[in-house]
T-cell receptor
Framework: AQKVTQAQTEISVVEKEDVTLDCVYE???????LFWYKQPPSGELVFLIR??????QNEISGRYSWNFQKSTSSFNFTITASQVVDSAVYFC??????????FGKGTMLLVSP | DVKVTQSSRYLVKRTGEKVFLECVQD?????MFWYRQDPGLGLRLIYF???????EKGDIPEGYSVSREKKERFSLILESASTNQTSMYLC???????????????FGQGTRLTVV
């Protein structure tokens, strides 16, 4: 069975601070995929990134970066120099081959001016 | 751009009513999903479909049914709405696992259903 844990329910930061959202996953599969989604107040989930289990390279996209570590089963997401527009609920998710996505419970990020 | 459209943003229904939530996608995706989102519980899968007229139960199918008569449309049906079905409902679609194992799912804007 798959499980995704996002231990942080809510994080509050002030603009320009860096913030890291934690994600820990559990799976018995050797091939699996990890995802991050953003849900702004409008409600629609927006895809941010996917990573397969064979690619442990970290990735950077602008102010966003992701750190994938198989040794600790973690796929953490860092926002550098946070902005008010980053305020949203962020979901980590996982699937393995032909299975459906399993989501964590989400982390609400509040960035204040 | 992939477009997943849910027919309503907000719905208010009475207990016992039969409720239809409609979802349409325009990218020829084989897979379609219905999730329910509640505070503190994240997204939970209700039903999904790999193909037309095909459906599979997710984690919380009780009280729901689905219909997929056409590839682009996936309907969620609440046979007799109850107050504990008040929630945000999210529809999603993705490519077939046979075409792309690591495909991401694309989501609609959500339907906030209130059952009174």
């Amino acid at each position: 069975a798959q499980k995704v844990t996002q231990a942080q329910t809510e994080i509050s930061v002030v603009e320009k601070e860096d913030v890291t959202l934690d994600c820990v996953y559990e799976t018995r599969d050797t091939t699996y995929y990890l995802f991050w989604y953003k849900q702004p107040p409008s409600g629609e989930l927006v895809f941010l990134i996917r990573r397969n289990s064979f690619d442990e390279q970290n990735e950077i996209s602008g102010r966003y970066s992701w750190n994938f570590q198989k040794s600790t089963s973690s796929f953490n997401f860092t926002i550098t120099a946070s902005q008010v527009v980053d305020s949203a609920v962020y979901f980590c998710a996982q699937n393995s081959g032909y299975s459906t996505l399993t989501f964590g419970k989400g982390t609400m990020l509040l960035v204040s001016p | 751009d992939v477009k997943v459209t849910q027919s309503s943003r907000y719905l208010v229904k009475r207990t016992g009513e039969k409720v239809f939530l409609e979802c349409v996608q325009d990218m020829d995706h084989e897979n379609m999903f219905w999730y329910r989102q509640d505070p503190g519980l994240g997204l939970r899968l209700i039903y999904f479909s790999y193909d037309v007229k095909m459906k599979e139960k997710g984690d919380i199918p009780e009280g729901y049914s689905v219909s997929r008569e056409k590839k682009e449309r996936f309907s969620l049906i609440l046979e007799s709405a109850s107050t504990n079905q008040t929630s945000m409902y999210l529809c999603a679609s993705s490519l077939s696992f046979h075409r792309d194992l690591n495909t991401e799912a694309f989501f609609g804007q959500g339907t906030r259903l209130t059952v009174v």
